[in-house]
């Protein structure tokens, strides 16, 4: 076998080599063992502690250290080292010939192969009592009976929970704290203290990961023990909720509140359900369950309540790791001495339309004499889009409540007009506002039309055409001023190809453009709308090399056509018809390319050479052939708007309303289009 074959073969095998095992994770189900025996008495039962490993895991070591209280030899553990997991460590105790007092040791164990966070003590405490002129019955107590620690990663660290203690005979204690696993996130302070007596608690969970933890903290008096379960609950995700805390004023016997609100966010989306505490039952949420970011409205209901100020919780859960807690505060003062009425107000506002109307509340006292008041206004995130201001700071007043909207992302906010009343202790009466943004929906392309005949079949380079839709451009139509026709206007844009097109008017439901003369005959086109930073999506329509439509009298796209008159002069109509044999000027869009070429939307120029269409021309007029005198662009228009100089047949019928037709590379214009001829 070669070198570089062997070499090969040694890098395959490591592609395919078994990773190490990690270490097994090693459990003591019983951190904390208390035995209790009276001198003279019955000898304590024996203990079983279980042993338990995340893997297969033998335990190669116990050993007993005696910590405090008397000679060794009082404490025996069985089995003997080496044995493997799972197993029960059984504790036996011997306090026969021991002094009344109070024993401590550690039981620790060794194991071959253990990870660091593995759990390899156990604290047993042994209580004598009786005899020697021990007083019996000695009682160690703790209030809390329990403690409970909550942390979301990135958070503060939770603040210190004291726990009250006391000793029936007030004898000095001592405490000490176990954890279920190798990390000391749990810390007592005091250690040793005199009854009654406080110790405060603390956690550190920093790198913790999330789960939930258990310890204890082991209370010893000379002749008692009680010990304290302690948990703590880790959190990857952390609730935000906004304010943090809910001030609630309220007269007496008002009944339910308006709303406060109240933004809950996390780092991801995450479903939540909302409780009340239980000594909380004046407490509610609208809607208890949703999904961040969301805003819950938050209620109180004080009747029967006497005056006074309540504290309340409301608890934001997700699943058993992840919670938050809104402070509720409830203030209770003298029935109102003012109303307000309505006490509450809605505005909408789509984005890129003027403010809402502004709205008002009467504030009326509701005794026989008038009242002073003064107001303030707040809102969910300290925004400055709410103002309240009162015609007069005397009952009865209107309050004038406004909004401005602009600037602020689509959502809901909410907001308070606060009434407070100058009599002493007086609830304020709020008025509670709520304002919805909508983001407006992109441009709607319907049609695509000539804008001189409304056909919608094709266009051709150079055209003016009308897009109907919706969303297209401000509610408002917007023309532009004189002179050339821009390329984007009202914050309306529209793209041919991707090329920007001359606009010649815009508004919400219809805009003027001229094509570009860049389209491409035989293809088709993509026309995209925009307007206020959305865009429509694309719609196709074919390219012809020309699509002649004439413009008419009413602007409708049939019947009498804008005409003029050469001889006499005037505009065409039934009452100035034209004569037979004499000229007349037709107008009208979609003729194609001219030479020389023209650029859309600037000016054609009213001086030689005229842009002429490149394409043939031909007019019939009453079904007889007329002659075509000139057909090109219109001096000094907007280019693509089409000027015909056509010589009236002599044979042509008279009338009011002769058809015509014009033909551009044998394409016809619409039909009927007329005009008058004598």
Not at 45 to 66: D, F, K
Not at 298 to 303: C, D, M, T, V
Not at 431 to 459: H, M
Request: proline share 10%.
């Amino acid at each position: 076998m070669s070198n570089s074959l062997f070499a090969g073969l040694i890098a395959v095998a490591a592609l395919f080599s078994v990773p190490a095992l990690a270490d097994p994770v090693i459990t003591v189900a019983a951190p904390n063992v208390v035995f209790n025996y009276a001198s003279g008495g019955a000898v304590p039962a024996p203990q079983a502690v279980g042993i338990s490993a995340s893997e297969a895991a033998t335990i190669t070591g116990v050993t007993v250290t005696y910590l405090s209280g008397g000679s060794p030899g009082w404490l025996s553990a069985f089995p003997v080292a080496p044995f493997a997991t799972p197993n029960s460590l059984t504790l036996n105790v011997s306090p026969v010939t021991l002094a009344a007092g109070s024993y401590i040791a550690d039981v620790a164990l060794t194991a071959a192969a253990a990870d660091p966070t593995s759990s390899l003590h156990v604290t047993v405490f042994l209580v004598v009592s009786g005899g020697g002129g021990i007083v019996q019955g000695q009682i160690i107590s703790a209030t809390p009976g329990n403690l409970d620690f909550s942390w979301s990663s990135g958070s503060p660290l939770p603040a210190a929970k004291i726990l009250s203690v006391k000793v029936n005979d007030d004898a000095p204690f001592t405490a000490s704290r176990s954890t279920d696993t190798a990390a000391s996130w749990l810390a007592v302070s005091p250690v040793s203290s005199v009854s009654p007596g406080q110790v405060a608690v603390t956690v550190d969970p920093t790198g913790l990961s999330a789960g939930v933890y258990t310890g204890t903290i082991t209370l010893s008096a000379p002749f008692a023990v009680t010990q304290v379960p302690v948990t703590l609950t880790v959190s990857g995700l952390a609730f935000s909720a906004d304010p943090a805390v809910v001030n609630i004023s309220m007269p007496e016997n008002f009944g339910i509140s308006a709303p406060q609100f109240v933004r809950v966010t996390s780092a991801s989306n995450l479903g939540f359900q909302t409780s009340v505490a239980a000594q909380s039952p004046w407490l509610q949420v609208d809607v208890p369950d949703g999904t961040t970011p969301a805003t819950i409205q938050i209620r109180a209901n004080n009747s029967g309540l006497a005056q006074g100020t309540y504290a309340g919780t409301v608890t934001v859960r997700s699943g058993s790791l992840t919670s938050t807690d809104i402070g509720v505060v409830l203030t209770v003062g003298p029935p109102a001495p003012i109303g307000i009425q309505p006490a509450s107000l809605s505005f909408n506002y789509l984005v890129g339309d003027p403010s809402p109307a502004v709205q008002t509340s009467r504030i009326n006292s509701i005794s026989a004499n008038s009242q002073i008041f003064t107001s303030a206004v707040t809102t969910v995130g300290n925004g400055t889009w709410l103002t309240g201001t009162p015609d007069k700071t005397t009952t009865p007043a209107v309050m004038t409540v406004r909004v401005t909207p602009v600037g602020l992302q689509p959502g809901v906010y909410n907001g308070v007009v606060d009434v407070l009343p100058s009599l002493p202790n007086a609830a304020p009466q709020p008025i509670q506002v709520t304002l919805t943004v909508q983001a407006p929906p992109p441009p709607v392309i319907v049609s695509v039309n000539s804008s001189a005949s409304y056909g919608g079949s094709a266009i051709s380079p150079g055209q003016f055409v009308t897009i109907f839709g919706s969303g297209l451009g401000p509610k408002a139509l917007v023309v532009p001023g004189p002179g050339p026709a821009p390329r984007g206007l009202g914050q309306t844009v529209v793209t041919f190809d991707g090329v920007a097109a001359p606009i010649l008017y815009t508004s919400a439901t219809q805009v003027g453009v001229q094509v570009p003369y860049t389209v491409t005959a035989g293809q088709q086109a993509s026309i995209i709308v925009g307007y206020n930073g959305l865009i429509s999506s694309v719609s196709k329509i074919n390219v012809l090399a020309a699509n002649p439509s004439l413009f008419t009298a009413d602007s409708s796209g049939r019947g009498q056509l804008v005409a003029v008159n050469i001889n006499p002069t005037g505009y065409n109509s039934a009452s100035n018809p034209v004569a037979r044999g004499a000229i007349i000027s037709l107008y009208g869009t979609g003729e194609g390319k001219t030479n020389p070429p023209v650029t859309e939307g600037t000016i054609t120029p009213a001086v030689e050479p005229l842009p002429r269409t490149t394409l043939p021309v031909s007019v019939t007029i009453g079904g007889q052939l007329a002659e075509v005198l000139y057909a090109g662009e219109a001096p000094g228009s907007l280019s693509g708007l089409l000027q015909l100089n056509v010589r009236v047949p002599d044979n042509a019928p008279t009338g009011s309303a002769v058809p015509v037709l014009v033909f551009v590379n044998s394409i016809p214009s619409q039909s009927p289009a007329t005009i008058a001829i004598k």
